[in-house]
């Protein structure tokens, strides 16, 4: 059975503990152990008793790095528990500002990765080899993955079930946690959710506004007039706010919403394409190519529920 370590240390945020434990242990077919440097910790609210040391971490084959208190400092034998796990080839995962505690580790250096909204910036600040992004669910690079805060965290274990025993377990895990599975996007390279602004951002009505007008024929002009802006203005503030521009954010908009119809329903692919906006089907599928990296149909057939 395939084994799952979560590592808890003081400062542990209850919530990123918790996810992992309910999101694994509700399939039945993962074996969960928590374990850390010390047998007893310290959150906020609570002191927790830990059952296993770190020796727990040798024969995991996925490791959770739960959320700490932003201020904590990594012990050096978690570091290098770690750094063997991944020298194995556990997976690693972390949820929130369990970022940090990875990151200390070196292992994230020189890839790409997310954490809560509110501290990308420090994490980017402190850790100026990884490529943090901020404006995603989570990350998947393969052997390491990063997820965003709270519910960000459940998504990811949603998608590491889904890879692990594929759409039906995942579905099942997500209804058991009433938790929609069209949030996650399966794989790395089918992850389109659209850039957003900071939250309460100048840009955050107009995008609200494109994302429940994404199937009309828009233009920028049509954006611009709808932003009260200027093209060249919009263009800027778009650039500076969301790292895209405003067609390109749509289309990644669309894509989005084809994701979900090809997830939940048995449309045909032209339709969807209509439904979404695009105005031919060959249009639809080199865009859903060019964001996605598969064909719709490919799409379909490996995450449809």
């Known amino acids: 059975m395939h084994k799952v370590a979560v590592v808890v240390m003081d400062g542990v945020i209850p919530f990123d503990f918790a996810v992992p434990i309910e999101a694994f242990g509700r399939t039945g077919l993962y074996e969960i152990g928590i374990c850390g440097p010390k047998r007893t910790v310290r959150s906020e609210l609570f002191e927790l008793k830990v059952p296993h040391g770190l020796e727990l971490l040798s024969e995991a084959d996925t490791v959770v790095l739960p959320g700490h208190t932003e201020d904590f400092v990594v012990p050096a034998p978690v570091v290098e528990a770690l750094r063997a796990a991944a020298a194995r080839g556990a997976r690693i995962a972390s949820i929130c500002s369990g970022t940090f505690v990875f990151a200390a580790t070196g292992l994230l250096d020189g890839l790409r990765a997310t954490t809560h909204w509110l501290a990308a910036a420090g994490l980017a600040a402190r850790y100026p080899e990884i490529d943090v992004d901020p404006n995603v669910l989570y990350v998947d690079n393969g052997q390491f993955l990063t997820s965003a805060g709270a519910a960000a965290g459940l998504d990811l274990c949603l998608h590491m079930i889904r890879r692990d025993h594929g759409s039906a377990v995942a579905a099942d895990a997500a209804r058991l946690a009433v938790m929609p599975l069209e949030r996650e996007g399966g794989q790395a390279q089918f992850i389109v959710t659209p850039p957003a602004a900071p939250q309460g951002g100048e840009l955050e009505p107009l995008l609200l ?30 650039r500076e706010q969301t790292g895209t521009t405003p067609l390109q954010w749509l289309h990644r908009a669309r894509i989005r919403q084809a994701q979900h119809l090809l997830e939940t329903t048995r449309d045909p692919v032209e339709l969807i394409a209509s439904r979404v906006g695009f105005g031919s089907a060959t249009a639809f599928r080199d865009r859903f190519k060019r964001i996605a990296g598969t064909s719709p149909n490919a799409y379909r057939a490996a995450f449809q529920s």
Do not use: I, K
């Open 209 to 238: 506004w494109m994302e429940a007008h994404a199937a009309r024929e828009l233009t920028l002009e049509d954006l611009a007039r709808q932003a009260d802006m200027s093209t060249r203005t919009l263009n800027r503030r778009f």
